[in-house]
């Protein structure tokens, strides 16, 4: 594999792990106050939907982003309903909203635009355009280092910074803030917060606002960025995918990065290798194409170290007498 | 009376739980500087009262009065700014959390953290000199013995400015040399002029520190008198509303042959933790051994081993013949064939199956018998007229076998217990925590009972953490600490102080250094039982 290739399945790792960042940190920020989010696969595609279609039907990448996030927090927010103020099982109800994302999506798309189920293909200012980072063309000619920053830094969308950007501000947010204090205590130990004066109810909803509004970039990314257009469970396991990533990060965010790039790389080397070859017997492009998830199964089934999750994690909380 | 306003004064508090009256009606009046000690029954309505109090519920009806000034506790938050902190039974920390964490919970002074954990850590240093209440601040709170996890819980509430500090049962969790530490925290509190209110149920705590007490009975405060003018037997029949024995009547043992040789019992739990480290000791007919320690130190493990519900290795003899400890015939059904009754410590979920009803439940663990089996199926008939006579003999209230195990009360639960086990005539009965969370009505016909089976020539092994059943039950006593037995001592020949020692792990006298040895000792336990990280 030679130097140029190399960089390119990166720059792919780099783009296809973007929506996985965005939707792991979205986990990662409801899972710590304590409401597991099954859901993550739902809102990403409703978000993927709304961005796409409201960026076919403005002309405007901005407006998409916009209805991505609006739907995906209203998705949220009915979570938040159903397992927080009604005190419901936090699994089933990820599960009914991921079924109503399903069936909603293409519903609309075909109602909207006749397609079968999917959205016009979106141009111009439709999809977000690529950034070229300063200096990118000229230290083009820097060898090694010129074309990592020109391939691999350089010449992404804003969304892919914006992802990025989040795993310091999320650790941040996290370990500095009195609010992620709060956050990370609500979702261990829920009747400490009660006690102290502080709402539960009112952290775990801010939680999920902030977890919709992740999975909106996460869907909007995949519709108006990655790819030009929706089209049906164009989300493809990703919400799933990025649970996976979460639990093996240990709910940490620079973990998370890490684990949603080996997750993108999976990706990135089974589409630019669709058989690969090694003396005489070829694994064939299925095997590719399954990798992410057959490490999603082994992450789940626990064979990488005990990961201990918070421990409010699912249950709602009630006083106790 | 003295002319100040009382720190705290309630008028007329009433709750109802749907049909239950947990408060009726009830005044009272804490003064200030002084400890007031709540004492009652399980079930009297002390927490919920406290809990109006820390604004967790809402009262019906009555109004509270904090330093004169009638004031509204709509949550916790007005509780705390009113200055009132509370240490409830069951810890409200974030266990991953460090020390300074979670004492600034909620008390942050703005929306970063930094400024806030450096004040902290200086009004905690301060505090700590001020009051004996050291703790590391940058300790995890898991790995904290719970005798310094009850200090962070003081903590919380001193750097709160709390200067009413409430007490939810705070020893039920402590070694008593723990206890004595914590009474002497109290004391200089106390003497700086704050106000405490001790809730509990153990006579001899109100005795040794309270100023004042107040005894609820049923949701009703029954009467407040001073300290020094009333005595445990008094509170006692306050409590109960009738006349109680504190002490058990029995005649001395007399034991017979050995009926279960315990030797070198070992186990480690699903952490990787050992648990019991070696456990040796003999048991004969007609006596009752009584194992002492703080809960966690291996004595629930104790008794699963023995009653069938934990694997170990070792060797274990009944009336001669050794048990499988692991494969087939080492369950709990094995044991009870085998001849030894279990009355488990955690009786709603070990004991009794909550929802089913009391004839049901009186004859799981022994199902299998053939006078319970008519054919391919149970003799209902048989075994519901069986457990109607078993309720009867062991003043079930109310006597009825077709109620759901969770419609009794606590004492009553224990006794459909006991009946299933003890009518069973086993050789050997362990026994754990026979009267926790039973009213001492109950108590009193219990410990008759487990007296009696003695007296009929049973082997019995009691685990209890509270001291005062072992002295009252046991004829030798074995401490229990960290997976290992510490000692045994006869309970005439010794006393509250060295037990506590042992209970702490300390097996020699240290005189005047006791919380250090002790410190050092749950220090090492503590440190041995983190789970390996993985």
Sequence with gaps: ?321 | MTDTAPAIELKGISKAFGPVQANKDISIRVMPGTIHGIIGENGAGKSTLMSILYGFYKADAGEIFVAGKKTEIPDSQAAIAAGIGMVFQHFKLVQNFTVLENVILGAEDGRLLRPSLAKARGVLKQLAEEYGLSVDPDAPVETLSVGHQQRVEILKALYRQADILILDEPTGVLTPAEADHLFRILDNLRAEGKTIILITHKLREIMEITDTVSVMRRGQMTATVKTAETDPQQLAELMVGRKVLLQVDKAPAQPGATVLEVENLRHVDADGVERLRGISFDLRAGEILGVAGVAGNGQSELLEVLGGYREATGNVRLNGTPLPLSGPGSDGRARRVAGIGHVPEDRQREGLIMAYTAWENSVFGYHRDPGNQSGALMNNAAIKSEAAGKMERFDVRPPNPNLKAANFSGGNQQKIVLAREIERNPDVLLIGQPTRGVDIGAIEFIHQEIIRLRDAGKAILLVSVELDEIFALSDRIAVMFDGRIMGERDPSQTDQRELGLLMAGVTEDPGENAIAAIDARLEEKENRKQPRHG
């Design chain 1, 1 to 321: 594999m030679d130097f140029a290739t190399l960089l390119q399945v990166l720059d792919s790792t780099v783009r296809l792990a973007t929506p996985l960042l965005l939707a792991c940190l979205a986990g990662l920020f409801s899972e710590r106050s304590g409401v597991i989010d099954i859901g993550l696969e739902g809102k990403m595609l409703i978000a993927a939907f709304f961005s796409a279609a409201i960026a076919a039907l403005t002309g405007s990448v901005w407006m998409g982003l916009g209805a991505g996030i609006v739907s995906s927090v209203l998705l949220s927010g009915l979570h938040g309903l159903a397992s927080i103020t009604f005190r419901g099982n936090q699994l089933i109800s990820g599960v009914a909203l991921n079924f109503l994302a399903a069936g909603l999506t293409v519903l609309i798309a075909q109602d909207w635009f006749s397609q079968g189920g999917r959205t016009p293909s979106l141009m111009g200012a439709g999809r977000w355009e690529a950034i070229t980072l300063p200096f990118a063309e000229t230290l083009r000619a820097v060898p090694v280092l010129g074309p990592i920053y020109y391939e691999l830094i350089s010449g992404h969308s804003i969304l892919v910074y914006v992802a990025l950007l989040c795993v310091p501000a999320t650790w941040w947010v996290l370990f500095r803030t009195r609010f992620g204090l709060r956050l990370r205590a609500v979702g261990e130990a829920p009747e400490a917060v009660d006690t102290a004066g502080v709402s539960v109810v009112g952290l775990r909803y801010a939680a999920i606002v902030i977890c919709g509004l992740l999975c909106g970039l996460a869907g909007s990314y995949l519709a108006t960025g990655l790819q030009a257009g929706f089209v049906k469970d164009m989300t493809a396991g990703r919400g799933y995918i990025a649970l996976a990533a979460l639990i093996f990060a240990k709910w940490r965010p620079w973990y998370a990065l890490m684990a949603c790039l080996l997750f993108g790389l999976l990706q990135a080397v089974a589409l630019r290798y669709q058989n690969i070859d090694f003396g005489g017997i070829t694994i064939p492009v299925q095997v590719m194409d399954a990798l992410p998830y057959i490490l999603t199964v082994v992450i789940l089934a626990g064979f990488v170290g005990r990961a201990i999750p918070p421990r409010a994690g699912g249950e709602p909380y009630v006083k106790e007498r």
